[in-house]
């Protein structure tokens, strides 16, 4: 695979904590984003495969599964877990106009055992194991020059093992949704150190990297995502409140900011890898439990803001359903703002 200049941004979105509703805003902010001209390419690396079952129907989803000519990430990265060959260059779904994914699949697992045992060899500077941790993020640049994508973004599953080492140190850049609740700022804690000593080994890797396996046509990834910001997720609204959520969420909300504080941008500053707003503030957005509105947005694959009478929503929650568009926006916004090249720093 021949080396080309990388002009694409990659995003994670990702918590240790489940059920923050981080693909539900994924999805949400990708189809935004394909409607501003970006060319925009998700990546289902949760086992769980949620955005996949989002945004294709059944038998899309069993197509990708199929070992012949499916396109799931399991089936793209196969033959480097089994050790017969490389990534299969197979090209991603499309969702819509300007928006492809790369379906999930639960056998995506497995990888995870080959990711941790090839670890401490690939830190060594094998050229074979090296391959190995390396394999999704070559997968993940060869297919978003197949459908000319802008921007990537990384679903990851809820945890800190070896196969989101890998993802999140693949990334240019990573958002944390977030709930107000004791657990999500209970998560924050290990996050920032984690990334800390995944960027040290990824920096001994690169160190063993020799160039003979950059003319074999391997691309290692930097290992230093940049922290955007998180953005505030799930809470209930109260309309007279200032913060506009009711006293039970807000109590937290000044927790988890401090908890973001003190266990990530503590942490990673001082390896450069905080995107600095130049207001001090890392907070993207806060978007509200949208309650009932979500199953008809799944039942129709489609976002909230798409859904209304035709997909059996009634009343007031047609208006809802149309202006729940205003809470992702500025998030978006904020995510052009990087891909155009801009930056406070």
Wanted: aromatic share 8%; with cysteine; proline share 4%.
């Amino acid at each position: 695979m021949e080396i080309v200049e990388n002009f694409v941004k990659i995003v994670s979105v990702f918590n240790n904590k489940g059920g923050v509703g981080k693909t539900t805003y994924m999805y949400h902010i990708a189809h935004i984003l394909a409607r501003k001209d970006k060319v925009v390419l998700v990546v289902d690396l949760d086992s769980q495969c949620n955005l996949s079952a989002y945004a294709l129907s059944e038998s899309e989803l069993e197509k990708s599964w199929r070992s012949e000519r499916g396109n799931s990430i399991w089936n793209i990265v196969e033959p480097v877990y089994e050790r017969i060959g490389d990534i299969k260059e197979r090209g991603p779904s499309k969702i819509s106009e300007n928006l492809h994914i790369v379906p999930g699949d639960v056998l995506l697992s497995n990888f995870e055992d080959s990711l941790g045992d090839s670890w401490n060899s690939a830190k060594g500077g094998n050229a074979g194991d090296l391959r190995v941790q390396s394999a999704i993020y070559r997968y993940i640049l060869w297919a978003a020059r197949k459908v000319d994508a802008s921007v990537v973004m990384l679903d990851l599953g809820p945890n800190l093992g070896a196969l989101n080492r890998a993802v999140l140190s693949s990334s240019d850049y990573f958002i944390v949704p977030m709930s107000p609740d004791l657990f999500s700022i209970r998560g924050t804690q290990n996050l920032g150190s984690k990334l800390e000593t995944w960027q040290k080994e990824w920096e001994q890797c690169r160190k063993s990297y020799d160039e003979n396996s950059k003319k074999k046509g391997l691309e290692i990834p930097k290992g230093k995502p940049i922290f955007l910001g998180y953005v505030m997720q799930q809470h209930n609204i109260r309309k007279n409140s200032p913060i506009g959520m009711t006293k039970g969420w807000a109590i937290f909300q000044d927790r988890v900011e401090g908890a973001v504080k003190e266990n990530i941008i503590h942490k990673l500053k001082p390896l450069n890898q905080i995107h600095d707003w130049g207001d001090n503030n890392w907070n993207l957005g806060k978007i509200p439990n949208l309650h009932s509105l979500i199953p008809y947005s799944l039942e129709a694959r489609k976002p909230v803001f798409d859904c209304g009478s035709k997909e059996g929503l009634m009343g007031a929650h047609i208006t809802s359903a149309k202006n729940s568009i205003k809470h992702f926006e500025p998030i978006v916004d904020k995510l052009i703002h990087i891909l155009n090249g801009c930056s406070a720093d």
